[in-house]
């Protein structure tokens, strides 16, 4: 019952660097999505797939890119690291809407200094 | 574009007493709703959802939520609370294949 799984938890970049963070669903959803949450913003989205071979961009998606190449598997990519995207990121699954709402994994706390 | 606004970025209550979190939407559609809320440290874990028919839902924890379309509001109660409640609560409604969520109510509970 793993349900979305995260990795890794937690990771601290220099600014400039690379770095992919992996979100993996064992739930068959055919959507899921990337947010970063910042203190008093909320959720805010990042990008979001809609199925395998899929993606598109949410509310912030400067900085960053993703690609869906299989099912289960949802991956967020930060080419060259800034210190506004320190946060904490959280991808989350769905079937389609109306669902029963988004399950989301633990979080991902990254620092980029 | 959708929209959530809580007004309220904290609360405090006493432990016992009944909690009404305030949740505030935009949507030119039927809105599908929904709250969650954030343990520290933590995921975000469904609470209740909206989708049609009866406009108040029960949820888990013993929290219910008002749909109220001519106000656009959906807000969150519970008649009692327990410590164990605390954290930060967030609405959200979906539309265009994606959720859009408040900036969030933290919840503090007083002994």
């Known amino acids: 019952n793993a349900g979305v799984t995260q990795t890794p938890k937690f990771r601290v970049l220099k600014t400039g660097q690379s770095m992919t963070l992996l979100c993996a669903q064992d739930m068959n959803h055919e959507y899921m999505y990337w947010y970063r949450q910042d203190p008093g913003m909320g959720l805010r989205l990042i990008h979001y797939?809609?199925?395998?071979?899929?993606?598109a961009k949410g509310e912030v998606p400067d900085g960053y890119n993703v690609s869906r190449l299989k099912k289960q598997n949802f991956l967020l990519g930060l080419e060259s690291a800034a210190p506004s995207q320190t946060s904490v990121y959280f991808c989350a699954s769905s079937y389609p809407p109306p669902g029963d709402g988004y399950t989301f994994g633990s979080g991902t706390r990254l620092t980029v200094v | 574009a959708q929209s959530v606004t809580q007004p309220d970025i904290h609360i405090t209550v006493s432990e016992g007493a009944s909690l009404e979190l305030r949740c505030n939407y935009s949507?030119?559609?039927?809105?599908?709703l929904f709250w969650y809320v954030q343990s520290p440290g933590q995921g975000l874990q469904l609470l209740l959802k909206?989708?049609?028919?009866?406009?108040l839902v029960q949820g888990i924890k013993g929290f219910e939520a008002e749909f109220k379309r001519s106000q656009s509001s959906f807000n969150l109660r519970k008649p009692s609370v327990h410590w164990s409640d605390a954290a930060e609560y967030f609405c959200a409604v979906e539309g265009g294949n994606k959720l859009v969520f408040g900036a969030g109510t933290i919840l503090r509970v007083k002994s």
């Open positions: 909206y989708f049609s028919g009866d406009t």
């Open positions: 949507y030119g559609a039927t809105p599908y």
């Open positions: 797939s809609v199925g395998e071979g899929t993606t």
